[in-house]
């Protein structure tokens, strides 16, 4: 499914959700107000809980809601739809009773009303919805040309994804290995397999020779969609497949000079959201070094050397969240369940609570809100010498949130973990915008509001 496509649909799958906001409303007000309902009651509800329903949509992207691979299923799509449900209640309450004083309706009936409504019908809209959409891309049928091993990798994804595939053709008779597709070691029945089969995507290898490529050019008339092995990696898993990627890729896809606007609105952002939230927190700072201090002995801050921007150190600061003394040994990962960690301090990181002071850190331009976890010095030589591309990852500043860091693996402590987030990284930076960095943020404020973070 191309990425036009997906943000289509999801861009569909929004506007449905507000059609069936109003709905929700007009039936709870039919319902509350019977024989009595008006136009004159209708005009009095609607504008004030349209700003309601504004409110409502990120919290519904927060809690996963507009991804299409999610949601396919009853349970998540249930679960989700509660939790988020769960939070504009809240939002719902303070938007009334607290915010919206001058406000002269304060609904009680009809609000209550309206949220059970709007869950019941969102559910069944995106039941439809789902449903639609696996009928449609049900003919989005593909062939490979060249293999690769991590071609088993993508056959295990993409079918989720609305991909079937249906063979693979190459130039050469060495074994496949676990594929489980019809092989064929020349281009003879091409043309057949793509009428036959109804291909609608051929997946390229990125190192097809130049034979293969004259073979492809003279099926331009077939009217298919070619995309390259690394591209449809890439779009299927959202990261970045670092086995069959070299320094070209990085100079075809990594064009820093034009992302010179998206940095400074970036930068505008960082601070405007940094003091907010900071201002926000004041008033708890005294409850939560309290607690530090009561639950174990030590600093209430913890500072550490890590590397940012362009490879230059710099001094994070973080509530301290590990007993004193945590790294007697020397430098060490952290890991799940980390002994290390105190009890309160197990609270903070579940909740983010620990990174507060990192703000500090955002407003110096030493980080943003959004990039690859900053790494210790001593991590970065080491992975650099054992994974190719690893300091590419300093390329951007450093986050307290990040792709890897929600898709990722929770903690990258070991040589594959790393390995792994770094292609999550790399996919960040290759795509940063103003809507990625959007989404990661609504994602990570799931997880806060979840206290699943590690």
Same mark, same amino acid.
């Given at each position: 499914?191309?990425?036009?496509?997906?943000?289509?649909?999801?861009?569909?799958?929004?506007?449905?959700?507000?059609?069936?906001?109003?709905?929700?409303?007009?039936?709870?007000?039919?319902?509350?107000?019977?024989?009595?309902?008006?136009?004159?009651?209708?005009?009095?509800?609607?504008?004030?809980?349209?700003?309601?329903?504004?409110?409502?949509?990120?919290?519904? /992207?927060?809690?996963?809601?507009?991804?299409?691979?999610?949601?396919?299923?009853?349970?998540?799509?249930?679960?989700?739809?509660?939790?988020?449900?769960?939070?504009?209640?809240?939002?719902?309450?303070?938007?009334?009773?607290?915010?919206?004083?001058?406000?002269?309706?304060?609904?009680?009936?009809?609000?209550?009303?309206?949220?059970?409504?709007?869950?019941?019908?969102?559910?069944?809209?995106?039941?439809?919805?789902?449903?639609?959409?696996?009928?449609?891309?049900?003919?989005?049928?593909?062939?490979?040309?060249?293999?690769?091993?991590?071609?088993?990798?993508?056959?295990?994804?993409?079918?989720?994804?609305?991909?079937?595939?249906?063979?693979?053709?190459?130039?050469?008779?060495?074994?496949?290995?676990?594929?489980?597709?019809?092989?064929?070691?020349?281009?003879?029945?091409?043309?057949?397999?793509?009428?036959?089969?109804?291909?609608?995507?051929?997946?390229?290898?990125?190192?097809?020779?130049?034979?293969?490529?004259?073979?492809?050019?003279?099926?331009?008339?077939?009217?298919?969609?070619?995309?390259?092995?690394?591209?449809?990696?890439?779009?299927?898993?959202?990261?970045?497949?670092?086995?069959?990627?070299?320094?070209?890729?990085?100079?075809?896809?990594?064009?820093?000079?034009?992302?010179?606007?998206?940095?400074?609105?970036?930068?505008?952002?960082?601070?405007?959201?940094?003091?907010?939230?900071?201002?926000?927190?004041?008033? /708890?700072?005294?409850?939560?070094?309290?607690?530090?201090?009561?639950?174990?002995?030590?600093?209430?801050? /913890?500072?550490?050397?890590?590397?940012?921007?362009?490879?230059?150190?710099?001094?994070?600061?973080?509530?301290?969240?590990?007993?004193?003394?945590?790294?007697?040994?020397?430098?060490?990962?952290?890991?799940?369940?980390?002994?290390?960690?105190?009890?309160?301090?197990?609270?903070?990181?579940?909740?983010?609570?620990?990174?507060?002071?990192?703000?500090?850190?955002?407003?110096?331009?030493?980080?943003?809100?959004?990039?690859?976890?900053?790494?210790?010095?001593?991590?970065?030589?080491?992975?650099?010498?054992?994974?190719?591309?690893?300091?590419?990852?300093?390329?951007?500043?450093?986050?307290?949130?990040?792709?890897?860091?929600?898709?990722?693996?929770?903690?990258?402590?070991?040589?594959?973990?790393?390995?792994?987030?770094?292609?999550?990284?790399?996919?960040?930076?290759?795509?940063?915008?103003?809507?990625?960095?959007?989404?990661?943020?609504?994602?990570?404020?799931?997880?806060?509001?979840?206290?699943?973070?590690?």
């Amino acid at each position: 499914m191309s990425r036009f496509w997906t943000n289509f649909q999801r861009f569909l799958l929004i506007l449905g959700d507000l059609a069936i906001m109003f709905m929700a409303l007009w039936l709870a007000l039919l319902i509350r107000h019977g024989s009595a309902y008006s136009l004159a009651t209708w005009e009095a509800h609607w504008q004030i809980f349209g700003v309601l329903f504004l409110l409502w949509l990120p919290i519904y /992207f927060a809690f996963n809601l507009y991804d299409l691979k999610v949601n396919l299923y009853v349970i998540p799509l249930l679960t989700n739809l509660l939790r988020a449900t769960a939070i504009n209640t809240i939002i719902a309450v303070i938007y009334f009773y607290l915010i919206s004083t001058d406000v002269f309706i304060t609904p009680k009936t009809i609000l209550a009303l309206t949220i059970l409504l709007l869950t019941i019908m969102l559910f069944a809209w995106r039941r439809l919805f789902y449903s639609l959409i696996k009928n449609q891309i049900a003919e989005n049928n593909l062939i490979f040309i060249g293999w690769d091993p991590i071609v088993n990798e993508v056959l295990q994804q993409c079918q989720n994804y609305g991909y079937r595939a249906q063979a693979v053709f190459r130039a050469t008779s060495e074994p496949i290995i676990n594929s489980g597709l019809t092989v064929y070691n020349n281009f003879d029945h091409l043309a057949q397999v793509i009428k036959e089969k109804k291909i609608s995507y051929v997946v390229l290898n990125n190192s097809v020779s130049d034979a293969v490529t004259n073979e492809l050019f003279n099926k331009l008339n077939l009217r298919l969609n070619f995309i390259s092995l690394s591209k449809f990696y890439e779009q299927i898993f959202q990261k970045i497949p670092l086995t069959i990627i070299n320094q070209s890729w990085f100079l075809e896809n990594l064009s820093e000079g034009n992302k010179g606007p998206f940095e400074v609105y970036k930068r505008i952002l960082d601070i405007g959201i940094a003091l907010i939230i900071s201002l926000v927190s004041l008033p /708890f700072i005294p409850l939560i070094v309290m607690l530090i201090a009561v639950d174990s002995k030590g600093a209430i801050f /913890f500072k550490q050397i890590r590397t940012g921007h362009d490879g230059k150190n710099f001094t994070a600061v973080k509530f301290r969240s590990m007993y004193q003394n945590a790294e007697q040994n020397g430098p060490e990962w952290a890991k799940k369940n980390d002994p290390r960690v105190t009890r309160i301090g197990r609270f903070f990181r579940k909740t983010r609570i620990d990174e507060i002071p990192q703000l500090w850190n955002i407003l110096r331009g030493e980080m943003s809100f959004v990039g690859p976890r900053p790494e210790r010095p001593e991590f970065i030589e080491k992975l650099s010498a054992e994974i190719p591309f690893y300091k590419e990852r300093l390329l951007v500043k450093p986050g307290l949130t990040g792709w890897a860091q929600i898709l990722g693996p929770a903690y990258g402590g070991s040589r594959e973990e790393s390995l792994i987030k770094l292609q999550y990284d790399l996919y960040y930076i290759k795509n940063r915008n103003f809507f990625l960095d959007l989404g990661i943020i609504l994602k990570t404020l799931n997880t806060v509001l979840k206290g699943s973070g590690q």
